[in-house]
T-cell receptor
Framework: DAGVIQSPRHEVTEMGQEVTLRCKPISGHNSLFWYRQTMMRGLELLIYFNNNVPIDDSGMPEDRFSAKMPNASFSTLKIQPSEPRDSAVYFC?????????????FGPGTRLTVL | TQLLEQSPQFLSIQEGENLTVYCNSSSVFSSLQWYRQEPGEGPVLLVTVVTGGEVKKLKRLTFQFGDARKDSSLHITAAQPGDTGLYLCAGAWSSASKIIFGSGTRLSIRP
């Protein structure tokens, strides 16, 4: 079975440009999470969805960040405009409704560099 | 403020030695997870502990949940280079899907 799929794996862009990160969760999983990981701040939850509905976006840093989940098999995280401090690894994770709280399956991440 | 504190932050030991990593919080969790992350990859779930005082073993790894469900430890016996990685604990509350990750312990095993 395919795991969580993220694209692109690496993204290098210039300050001010729009960046879109993509995620395909594991089929049948109804919760989807977006995280950001940096050396300084560790792994931070940005937003999560249950059944395609955003439940908690309190971790989204500011209005430049937005996330959507138009259907059960696809989600995007958009940064517009991007800034150098957004450079980080962004992870998408999913979990099934039948699973125990906290048991999440992570994608390989997207390494974003904003110059 | 970090809800989950892990210690030590960094640990470098010789192959064959034993080690313990700690995860502490002032919050009570309904369950606690341990994940391992290797360079260039996402975290991978190792174990979930649910009951206070629970002990789980995964080959050379022993996980314990504190009696009050606020803390946990991970003990590795006879560490091997393949154990190298970032170890993350995470706490979950039954009322929500989200979890809180600890600050992480970066483990390096020297051959």
């Amino acid at each position: 079975d395919a795991g969580v799929i993220q694209s692109p794996r690496h993204e290098v862009t210039e300050m001010g440009q729009e960046v879109t990160l993509r995620c395909k969760p594991i089929s049948g999983h109804n919760s989807l999470f977006w995280y950001r990981q940096t050396m300084m701040r560790g792994l931070e939850l940005l937003i999560y969805f249950n059944n395609n509905v955003p439940i908690d976006d309190s971790g989204m840093p500011e209005d430049r960040f937005s996330a959507k989940m138009p259907n059960a098999s696809f989600s995007t995280l958009k940064i517009q405009p991007s800034e150098p401090r957004d450079s980080a690894v962004y992870f998408c994770a999913s979990s099934p409704s039948s699973g125990r709280a906290g048991e999440q399956f992570f994608g390989p991440g997207t390494r974003l560099t904003v110059l | 403020t970090q809800l989950l504190e892990q210690s030590p932050q960094f640990l470098s030991i010789q192959e064959g030695e034993n080690l313990t990593v700690y995860c502490n919080s002032s919050s009570v969790f309904s369950s606690l997870q341990w994940y391992r992350q290797e360079p260039g990859e996402g975290p991978v779930l190792l174990v979930t502990v649910v009951t206070g005082g629970e002990v789980k073993k995964l080959k050379r790894l022993t996980f314990q949940f504190g009696d009050a469900r606020k803390d946990s430890s991970l003990h590795i016996t006879a560490a091997q280079p393949g154990d190298t990685g970032l170890y993350l604990c995470a706490g979950a509350w039954s009322s929500a899907s989200k979890i809180i990750f600890g600050s992480g312990t970066r483990l390096s095993i020297r051959p």
